[in-house]
């Protein structure tokens, strides 16, 4: 057994890369220390899917499989398959199932297309309304958000929303980033602190430090450097893989791994309130 607890905070395990292993890959990552893992929501075309994966990894017994958890939401990067009775939809899964989030919800503008005034007049309503159900059902939030901080700030301000959450793959800057721990949030850092290039992130996780920071593999994306194959373009990243990103936050803040882990297990069962 690990000598660690490590909380994956953000995954998408439930997709259909994981169909042909996902029960193989569960307990390999609690082998390696990975005892909590988040699923989350983004399509409602998915909510089956993903309920069903969380009742799945629960049906395996906590002593060999991680404790997963539910945190179902809208993305705003799909924003154009989005209708607003899947809202509705969502309110039943809050409503009938045990959730720890509403996730993953925000505003994304990195493509030119989502910059357009409709398209991100939709992103701002479908986070609006989350943002209400999630007052409504006292949970926090997952934020995805790229290229609109202060956007999701002044949102989060005009809701007066107070249950914080995580602000998950942080891409901003340290102000940013000091604003959204002001407002109960956690920073989620990916496997991307494994690259030594990636400054901006790095002074971020420093300047913080690791009382404001959750682990997570946003699999199957984000692979850390590590465990990225040569000869494929993209390498699935799995919740195996947690323990690189915490070495890599580990040796970015010039911390002791188990003390970090214990610390940022900590932040992660207080901020989803486990
Ligand atoms: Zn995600």
Not at 47 to 74: E, R, W
Not at 140 to 153: F, G, Q, T
Not at 161 to 187: D, L, P, R, Y
Request: glycine share 6%; hydrophobic share 40%.
């Amino acid at each position: 057994m690990a000598t660690w607890s490590l909380f994956d905070t953000h995954t998408h395990f439930d997709v259909s890369d994981f169909d042909h292993d996902r029960e193989t890959l569960a307990y390999q990552a609690k082998q390696v220390g990975v005892d909590a893992l988040v699923l989350i929501g983004f399509l409602q075309s998915r909510f089956s899917k993903l309920k069903q994966t969380q009742h799945f990894l629960n049906g395996l017994s906590d002593q060999i499989a991680p404790k997963s958890y539910l945190a179902p939401g809208l993305h705003p990067f799909y924003i154009e398959q989005h209708l607003v009775e899947h809202l509705d939809d969502l309110e039943q899964i809050l409503r009938t199932e045990k959730c720890v989030a509403v996730g993953e919800i925000g505003l994304d503008t990195f493509f030119k297309e989502h910059k357009n005034n409709a398209i991100l007049e939709k992103q701002k309503q479908f986070f609006s309304a989350q943002i209400e159900l999630a007052k409504q059902y006292d949970l926090p939030i997952l934020l995805h958000i790229r290229k609109s901080h202060a956007d999701v700030l002044a949102i989060l301000k005009q809701h007066k929303f107070e249950n914080g959450g995580i602000a998950h793959a942080f891409s901003g800057g340290v102000e940013e980033a000091k604003a959204f721990v002001k407002m109960g949030f956690k920073i989620g850092i990916t496997g991307q602190i494994t690259n030594p290039n990636a400054k901006k992130l790095h002074t971020v996780a420093q300047q913080l430090g690791s009382k404001h920071l959750v682990l997570e593999t946003d699999c199957p994306d984000m692979t850390p450097l590590c465990c990225q194959l040569s000869n494929q373009q993209h390498t699935r990243n799995t919740p195996v893989n947690l323990p690189f990103v915490l070495e890599g936050l580990a040796n970015s803040l010039m911390m002791e791994k188990v003390e970090l882990a214990h610390e940022l297990w900590n932040n992660s069962i207080a901020v989803l309130k486990i």
